[in-house]
């Protein structure tokens, strides 16, 4: 069975989700805390996804987020943000969540969100072209490893997201053409995302700061204005 976390201090909030997840088919374990969540994790590392709300007493949600991906780069990660809390899921976004949802939601809104969250972290790779060798894409620094699902700048591993890796493969499969923020929103999120195309520049910022050389002066990664972003490898 496919299992969740939810981290929620709010025991009404945490009801809601439990239950409505619990309908979708999931199985829920809860936390009350980010230690007990922490603690729940490591205690079930079958854990498919996590769902975290920011504002806990104690450590709060991002740092949560941010010791999760420390040691899991591939568990699926929701934030659950009030919307008063815009910087807050710029920043669960830039610690390594994968998603976001604004508080208050509905319990389609969030089965949706999850469901797509795990198509999108626990399916299967899709068989690649065929380049240099089996399962490798190689342009120079960079040699991604469709098999492994792993990416080498100059020889030593950079640690990415599904999403992250899912983003600089479309990237690399389409060296040197400009991709609009919608074509990289439909083929890595998929196209029932219920998102906005804000969160491919929040991913885009935070892949500058993991290959770039330079993160303020991008070589790899170029912006197209108003467009979208251009993967500059000849
Ligand atoms: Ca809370």
């Not at 976004?93 to 604004?102: P, S």
């Not at 999850?114 to 490798?136: K, S």
Request: proline letters at 6%; a negative charge.
């Amino acid at each position: 069975m496919r299992k969740v976390l939810v981290l929620e201090d709010e025991s009404s909030i945490r009801g809601f989700i439990v239950i409505n997840l619990e309908r979708a088919g999931y199985e829920v374990i809860e936390a009350e805390t980010g230690e007990e969540a922490l603690e729940k994790l490591a205690a079930n590392p079958d854990t498919r996804a996590v769902l975290l709300d920011i504002m806990l007493p104690g450590i709060d949600g991002i740092e949560v987020c941010r010791r999760i991906r420390l040691s899991d780069p591939h568990i699926g990660i929701i934030m659950l943000s009030a919307r008063s809390q815009e910087m807050d899921k710029v920043t669960g976004l830039m610690t390594g969540a994968d998603d976001y949802i604004t508080k208050p939601f509905s319990p389609a809104e969030l089965t949706a969100r999850v469901d797509a969250l795990l198509r999108r972290t626990g399916d299967v790779p899709p068989a690649a072209p065929v380049p240099e060798a089996p399962g490798e894409l190689v342009q120079p620094p960079f040699r991604l490893n469709t098999t492994n699902r792993t990416l080498e700048k100059n020889g030593q591993r950079v640690r990415l997201t599904q999403v992250e890796y899912a983003i600089v493969k479309l990237f690399m499969e389409n060296k040197g053409t400009a991709l609009s923020r919608e074509s990289i929103l439909d083929t890595v999120w998929g196209h029932g995302y219920f998102g906005e195309p804000k969160i491919v520049d929040v991913n885009v910022r935070r892949l500058r700061i993991k290959l770039e050389d330079d993160a303020q002066e991008p070589k790899y990664i170029l912006t197209v204005w108003g467009y979208g972003y251009k993967w500059n490898i000849e």
